[in-house]
Antibody, heavy 122, light 107 residues
Framework: EVQLVESGGGLVKPGGSLRLSCAAS????????MNWVRQAPGKGLEWVSS????????YYADSVKGRFTISRDNAKNSLYLQMNSLRAEDTAVYYC???????????????WGQGTLVTVSS | DIQMTQSPSTLSASVGDRVTITCRAS??????LAWYQQKPGKAPKLLMY???SLESGVPSRFSGSGSGTEFTLTISSLQPDDFASYYC?????????FGQGTKVEIK
């Protein structure tokens, strides 16, 4: 069974840092691009960042560029999101999601993890 | 960035109703559009891809259409399990963007 499990969320003060992790299982992690998507409380979905299967290509939403860093460790079947200079507006559930197919082009996202909540508040 | 606009934001309907949700892109995205369903407290689930292709395991009462900038998701006969939020997403570019969502409520 394909599974994505996020961890690392919690309460952090504005200006602080947090590192999210996503543990993947049930598929060959090193052959798929991976993504982070967030959802603020009661709001819609916002794509945050994507990383190619090898880690060579990385993309960010403008809202997090320069503050967040996506990375992966294919040996550990894990995806990461390092979040620095956190702001109140970064408060959200952060989902890890896999590209639905292993191609070199952009694909929809499936499956998704259950999400981890990040709260930025003093 | 490509902007995605969904309508309506909320839709009240009854079991058995035919329901249509619209998604518009700020520029052509060809057919690179996906639809997701999300229930409260759960992760989104892919329903449709490439505008009109049904994801495996998704009931055939769901259908999608459109290309370019105008797209629709139709539920032919609304079932109790379909009351949820629905999001469109373009994947024409690496900066994938979502619509703001449509909540389908019980009338």
């Amino acid at each position: 069974e394909v599974q994505l499990v996020e961890s690392g969320g919690g309460l952090v003060k504005p200006g602080g840092s947090l590192r999210l992790s996503c543990a993947a299982s049930g598929f060959t992690f090193s052959t798929y691009s991976m993504n982070w998507v967030r959802q603020a409380p009661g709001k819609g979905l916002e794509w945050v960042s994507s990383i190619s299967s090898s880690g060579s290509y990385i993309y960010y939403a403008d809202s997090v560029k320069g503050r967040f860093t996506i990375s992966r460790d294919n040996a550990k079947n894990s995806l990461y999101l390092q979040m620095n200079s956190l702001r109140a507006e970064d408060t959200a559930v952060y989902y890890c999601a896999r590209d639905s197919s292993k191609t070199t082009v952009v694909t929809p996202l499936q499956p998704w993890g259950q999400g981890t909540l990040v709260t930025v508040s003093s | 960035d490509i902007q995605m606009t969904q309508s309506p934001s909320t839709l009240s309907a009854s079991v058995g109703d035919r329901v249509t949700i619209t998604c518009r892109a700020s520029q052509s995205i060809n057919s690179w559009l996906a639809w997701y369903q999300q229930k409260p407290g759960k992760a989104p689930k892919l329903l449709m891809y490439k505008a009109s292709s049904l994801e495996s395991g998704v009931p055939s009462r769901f259908s999608g259409s459109g290309s370019g900038t105008e797209f629709t998701l139709t539920i032919s006969s609304l079932q109790p399990d379909d009351f949820a939020s629905y999001y469109c997403q373009q994947y024409n570019s690496y900066s994938r963007t979502f619509g703001q969502g449509t909540k389908v409520e019980i009338k």
